[in-house]
């Protein structure tokens, strides 16, 4: 059974850095096809997608958000962590972690987890 | 960047009704679209990959056509279950990037 898990911060202060952590099992990334992606939702909103990290340490982003992003992956734990810099109220959400199933140029995000609340105030 | 657009942003049906939403993209995807249920407070869930592909484990009265820029998803008999937000998403492949459309509400 798969399945993840997203750990963090609830408030972060405007300006500071916000780290992520998605604890999954069910999966190894370091096998083919598998990767990972962040994913957030304002309240009342639609989601964005963030970032991915593939079974071959490929990084990918969000055009818009990729100067404040960075995705790791450490293996040996089945983990993914997120940062991003330069926290604002905007960035006020819920951060899912999804796990992507590729072959074939498709991707498909298959399990979620849960999700985590973050807010950004003073 | 390729946009989506859904269609309606919110609908209201009866139980056993048959639900249409539709999902434009901007520019031609091929078949790279996916269909997602949010039911609230909850993560969403994927229902249709590649624009016709019934997970494994969704009912099947769920499903999805269409390509190129046009796509249709389709309820054929609403049940009360399926009162949820459901998200079309798009992907480039190379290199990856993914769209969420809009959502659509679907109410009872």
């Known amino acids: 059974q798969v399945t993840l898990r997203e750990s963090g911060p609830a408030l972060v202060k405007p300006t500071q850095t916000l780290t992520l952590t998605c604890t999954f099992s069910?999966?190894?990334?370091?096998?083919?096809?598998?990767?990972v992606s962040w994913i957030r939702q304002p309240p009342g909103k639609a989601l964005e997608w963030l970032a991915l990290i593939d079974w071959d340490d490929d990084e990918y982003y969000s055009t818009s958000l990729k100067t404040r992003l960075t995705i790791s992956k450490d293996t040996s734990k089945n983990q993914v962590v997120l940062t991003m810099t330069n926290m604002d109220p905007v960035d006020t959400a819920m951060y899912y972690c999804?796990?992507?199933?590729?072959?074939?140029?498709?991707?498909?995000?298959?399990?979620w987890g849960q999700g985590t609340t973050v807010t950004v105030s003073s | 960047d390729i946009q989506m657009t859904q269609s309606p942003s919110s609908l209201s049906a009866s139980v056993g009704d048959r639900v249409t939403i539709t999902c434009q993209a901007s520019?031609?995807?091929?078949?790279?679209l996916n269909w997602y249920q949010q039911k609230p407070g909850k993560a969403p869930k994927l229902l249709i990959y590649?624009?016709?592909y019934l997970e494994t484990g969704v009912p099947s009265r769920f499903s999805g056509s269409g390509s190129g820029t046009d796509f249709t998803f389709t309820i054929s008999s609403l049940q009360p279950e399926d009162i949820a937000t459901y998200y079309c998403?798009?992907?480039?492949?190379?290199?990856?990037?993914?769209?969420f459309g809009p959502g659509t509400k679907v109410d009872i």
């Open positions: 998403q798009q992907y480039d492949s190379l290199p990856p990037v993914f769209t």
């Open positions: 069910g999966f190894s990334l370091s096998t083919f096809g598998m990767c």
């Open positions: 520019q031609d995807i091929i078949n790279y």
């Open positions: 590649d624009a016709s």
């Open positions: 999804a796990r992507i199933r590729a072959a074939a140029g498709t991707y498909t995000m298959d399990v």
